[in-house]
Each structure stands twice: as structure tokens, then as C-alpha cells.
């Protein structure tokens, strides 16, 4: 939990209250109430983060090392900027030379010090101005925070996930460098059998890490593959 976000001058902050409007869903009630109380999204107003989820790369990334001055960093599905801001934070961008390149078919507001690019990363003229950006160097880390839309249907749900994240693998490979990195999301149970098998075969260590940050009643959780290994040439 981020520190100083329960309790100020030594007193617990007061939970707010949401009352039920008569014409707002029970459900937008709910997400209102969980927004206004959790202690993440102050935090994360407090310290000018674009969105909650920027904790739970750096809890990932306070346990695995992933981040490190100089580092070449793309940031899939990027918007709204928030793991975008970790990244150039922890790879000291501004000081060292890393690069951050932050990626999303919607518009991100400027994040000093990234590079943005407007794009589907699965489209081919996005991928060539990925390459150009690159200008020839490779990639330290891949990271992905997509997710697909919710049906509320268990199974279609992990499927869509599992497409994603095969997506986003493909993607990593075309552009990691050797020893390279690669975080992904997934739902709860991890990635499937085929999935795995493939990460395996192409990193040297996986493992699945669900970062405090994210909420316990959430499906989510996060695939970490270090030590890239290239495919040889056939």
C-alpha cells in the first residue's frame, strides 16, 4: 500500500460515503465508492501519476529489477501514461540516454520525456514507425498492460486475454534484444498451457506476479519473462 495514504497528522482519513443516486446504476455506485477509498488513486493524484495502475509496475519492478538506467523501454497500449511515467523515472531517461516509447491506438496526452506513437502495434505501418523511432537499436523491455473488453464470461474472457498477450509476445520478439524483457497481463490462473510453453522456450526465466496493487478482487495478474533468447536464423 502506498505509504501516507491512510493516515495524516496521525488520524485515519474518513471513508467517504456514496450515496445511491437515483439514476446512476448500482454499479457505478459501487466504482465510485472503490475509486473514492482507495488509497492508490490518492497516491497516485498525490504524486502526479496519470492512473492507479502506475503502483503496480513498481511494485513488479521493486521485486524483479526490471527497470535500470539506460534501458530501451516500449510501452504497449500505453494510455493514459501512467506506466510511461514509471518507466522514465526508473530508467533515468532524461540523465542516462534510455528511451521510452510509449504505444496506443488513443491519444496520449504529451508525457515529457517519452516518445509517442498513435498506432495499432499489430498494423504494419505502425511497426515500421516503431522501427524508425528505433533507428536500428533493439529493445531492453516490452511491457504490456493491455486488456481486452469483459464480457463477464469466465471463459471468452481468459481467451481474449491469452490472444492479447500471444499478441504482445509476437510483438516483443520482432524488437527485444538478447537477454531482453517482456511483462504481460493475464487473468487469473496465468497464462495457458500454449502460451507458456512458448514464453519458456524463448526466455530464460517466467514466473507470474500479482503486485499488491492490484485490487484482491480483480482476475488479473501479470506474466515476467527475463533473459530473451532470439530465435536462430532457419
Do not use: C
Not at 471513508?15 to 477509498?37: E, G, H
Not at 516518445?115 to 511491457?143: C, M, P, Y
Not at 519458456?200 to 496493487?213: D, G, I, S
Amino acid at each position: 500500500m502506498p505509504r501516507n495514504s491512510s493516515r495524516r497528522g496521525g488520524r485515519r482519513e474518513k471513508k467517504v460515503r456514496v450515496k445511491t443516486a437515483r439514476r446512476r446504476p448500482a454499479a457505478s455506485t459501487r466504482w465510485l465508492d472503490r475509486q473514492l477509498n482507495d488509497p492508490y488513486v490518492a497516491e497516485a493524484r498525490r504524486l502526479g501519476y496519470r492512473s492507479r495502475a502506475a503502483f503496480k509496475l513498481i511494485e513488479i519492478d521493486d521485486r524483479l529489477r526490471l527497470l535500470r538506467p539506460g534501458l530501451i523501454v516500449v510501452d504497449l497500449g500505453a494510455a493514459p501514461g501512467g506506466w510511461t511515467q514509471v518507466a522514465l523515472e526508473r530508467t533515468r531517461a532524461a540523465e542516462t540516454g534510455g528511451r521510452v516509447i510509449a504505444l496506443d491506438r488513443l491519444e496520449i496526452d504529451p508525457v515529457p520525456g517519452a516518445e509517442i506513437l498513435l498506432g495499432d502495434f499489430q498494423d504494419a505501418a505502425t511497426l515500421a514507425r516503431l522501427e524508425q523511432t528505433l533507428g536500428g537499436a533493439r529493445a531492453d523491455l516490452v511491457l504490456s498492460d493491455l486488456s481486452p473488453s469483459t464480457t463477464g464470461h469466465r471463459a471468452t474472457d481468459h481467451l481474449r486475454i491469452v490472444t492479447l498477450a500471444e499478441d504482445a509476445l509476437a510483438f516483443a520478439e520482432g524488437v527485444l534484444k538478447p537477454g531482453g524483457a517482456f511483462v504481460a497481463k493475464v487473468f487469473r490462473g496465468g497464462a495457458d498451457a500454449d502460451l507458456l510453453k512458448r514464453v519458456r522456450a524463448r526466455f530464460e526465466t517466467v514466473r507470474h506476479v500479482k503486485p499488491p496493487a492490484s485490487r484482491a478482487d480483480s482476475a488479473e495478474t501479470y506474466l515476467v519473462a527475463q533473459g530473451f533468447r532470439p530465435q536462430a536464423p532457419a
